[in-house]
């Protein structure tokens, strides 16, 4: 969707059934969004959030101090939703890194960063690890640079329903890979261990069902998806 038609399709899709938690504009629909099967009413017209993005908004904004203390964040692939909100926060030292997003700060690797160790007090790294080959490397250089004391949000697209993690490179087609792990550039489906491999590299898990938190009134308004976990992760 173009910046331009954004204030157009916000303008018309004006009501009051559904509420977007980061900017608390009301709608009477959300739009659809999806990688091949699209969800209905579930991107919002005005910040291009996702569920995901107003969960983790509003456990940030209800359980954390995110938005008044003074600390150091560091956030892989920044997302669009966040990232202007984020960067104008005077409380936070804010720091974007990604291989290749246009509104990163640094350019690195995630499997092998240039930072010091223990330098952020918060780190979001959401929807990347699905992407990378070698996800242990990468989990054990977030630890790395993770203060003690420091929290992580690290999200992917999980399969709750899967007790194991799948993979399988012998798998190239894009169609076929598409069809199996969510997008043609997943290299995995992560399932309920996905809690135990953050933990053996060190973290303090915490699998945040924040829906069951909230009323369903609330998981209805903001455009929830219910039972989705925030993986809260700890040093």
């Given at each position: ?5 954004r204030?157009?399709l916000a ?9 977007d938690?980061i ?5 009477k ?5 999806g990688y091949?099967?699209?969800?209905d009413?579930v ?5 291009l ?8 908004w509003?456990y940030?904004?209800?359980e954390?101090?995110f938005?008044n203390s003074?600390i150091k ?8 939703a966040?990232?202007?909100?984020f960067r104008?926060?005077i409380?936070?030292d804010?720091l974007?890194?990604?291989?290749e ?9 995630i499997?092998?960063?240039?930072f ?6 918060t780190?979001?790294c ?8 070698d996800?242990?490397?990468a989990?054990s250089e977030?630890?790395?640079i993770l203060?003690?004391?420091?929290m992580g ?6 399969d709750?329903s899967?007790a194991v993690?799948?993979e399988?490179?012998?798998i190239?087609?894009?169609k ?25 590299v060190?973290?303090t ?8 938190i ?15 976990l925030?993986?809260v992760v700890?040093?």
């Amino acid at each position: 969707m173009s910046y331009t038609a954004r204030p157009f399709l916000a303008f018309f899709l004006k009501g009051n059934k559904f509420t977007d938690p980061i900017d608390n504009k009301s709608f009477k629909s959300f739009l659809p969004y999806g990688y091949g099967k699209q969800r209905d009413n579930v991107l919002s017209p005005s910040t291009l959030s996702l569920e995901r993005h107003r969960l983790l908004w509003l456990y940030l904004q209800n359980e954390t101090d995110f938005f008044n203390s003074k600390i150091k964040v560091l956030h892989f692939a920044p997302e669009q939703a966040f990232y202007k909100r984020f960067r104008n926060m005077i409380n936070l030292d804010y720091l974007t890194t990604d291989l290749e997003s246009p509104l990163a700060d640094v350019k690195a690797d995630i499997c092998d960063l240039p930072f010091e160790d223990n330098a952020f007090d918060t780190i979001f790294c959401n929807h990347v690890l699905e992407h990378i080959p070698d996800d242990t490397k990468a989990m054990s250089e977030l630890f790395r640079i993770l203060k003690p004391g420091g929290m992580g949000v690290f999200q992917i697209p999980q399969d709750l329903s899967r007790a194991v993690t799948f993979e399988d490179d012998s798998i190239t087609d894009k169609k076929e890979r598409a069809e199996i792990f969510g997008q043609y550039d997943h290299v995995r489906v992560y399932g309920r261990d996905y809690f135990d491999k953050l933990r053996s590299v060190g973290f303090t898990v915490e699998a945040v069902d924040y829906t069951n938190i909230l009323s369903k009134e609330e998981i209805t308004k903001y455009c929830l998806a219910p039972g989705e976990l925030i993986p809260v992760v700890t040093k």
